[in-house]
């Protein structure tokens, strides 16, 4: 199979697949990043998006970046992960013109030893908000903790392929190969479908 027609392949899973918690109805508005909002507010949206790898922390807060840049505020990127665990150089510099209206939204805040993480606190003390991604809870208070299931990887799985092989896989076995990582699973059923006469 050709990588454009692989149903798995990450622009497909990227632009057909938003967060949803095990329990959400995917087509429920009210689910995901929007579901967060009222929490958000109370934490002076200073908060973490708790949970392991390939459980869709990224995803959602991708998802409330968009909903709160549609609401007014700036949004400020940060990625780190083991590839590239530091923040960038000009960092400081941007940091030091933060303000009202903006939100840092971190994706990897356990990348951060102590010291970096201090610094982060910091320097955002004058933006409107910090939202970080990090798999385990304390460093901020948890918005919300991202889990997955069988059930949710199955989900999936019908959504993107309804009528391929991949659709019939014994999604139990998947899930547990990878740990409950859907996107590692999804990975694996990448590579499937790209074998796939």
């Known amino acids: 199979m050709k990588a454009r027609e692989n149903p798995f392949r990450s622009t497909r899973v990227r632009s057909a697949i938003r967060y949803a918690a095990p329990h959400d109805d995917p087509d429920d508005s009210r689910s995901g990043a929007l579901a967060l909002l009222p929490r958000l507010t109370p934490l002076r949206h200073r908060a973490a998006i708790v949970g392991p790898h390939g459980s869709g922390k990224t995803t959602l807060l991708e998802d ?40 840092v939204c971190l994706d990897g805040a356990e990348q951060l030893d102590p010291i970096g993480w ?10 409107t ?42 999604v139990a076995a998947l899930f547990d190969r990878h740990h409950g990582n859907v996107r590692e699973a999804l990975r694996e059923l990448y590579d499937v479908c790209a074998t796939a006469s």
């Open 64 to 103: 409330l970046a968009h909903v709160l840049a549609g609401r007014g505020f700036r949004i400020i990127w940060l990625r780190l992960d083991t590839d590239a665990p530091r923040l960038p150089r000009d960092w400081g510099e941007h940091a030091g013109r933060l303000g009202d209206g903006d939100i």
């Open 118 to 127: 201090a610094r982060v606190r910091w320097r955002t003390r004058r933006a």
């Open 129 to 170: 908000g910090l939202i970080v991604t990090t798999h385990r809870p304390g460093r901020l208070p948890t918005l919300t903790t991202c889990t997955t299931s069988p059930a949710l990887l199955a989900r999936i799985i019908r959504r993107l392929a309804p009528d391929g092989p991949a659709a019939a896989a014994p």
